[in-house]
């Protein structure tokens, strides 16, 4: 039989700063599984946060000086869930 990899969202929570967009911080679980392997099953929690623009730092060729530039953060391939959250608290 195969590895059988399941994810699932344990919590998310959503951080505030005054002045800033918010911040979806999200806790999820990621199991492996085979029933003919036995030092199997095995899981690993993560914590990863989602923002609503992703920062650029590129630098100019000719004076090296840095040009800083935001582009929205891409959620297409979250679940609909955290795809609803995101488009709630960056509304």
């Not at 998310?12 to 918010?22: S, T």
């Not at 911080?25 to 690993?44: A, E, R, V």
Request: charged share 25%.
């Amino acid at each position: 039989m195969a590895i059988q990899k399941t994810e699932a969202i344990n919590s998310y929570g959503i951080k505030f700063e005054e002045g800033q967009d918010a911040v979806l911080i999200i806790s999820m679980t990621t199991s492996w599984d085979d029933p003919d392997d036995n030092d199997l099953p095995m899981s690993k929690t993560t914590t990863r946060e989602i923002k609503k623009n992703s920062q650029t730092t590129t630098y100019d060729e000719d004076t090296g000086a840095p040009i800083h530039s935001e582009t929205p953060t891409d959620v297409s391939g979250e679940s609909q869930m955290i795809q609803d959250i995101c488009a709630i608290i960056w509304a």
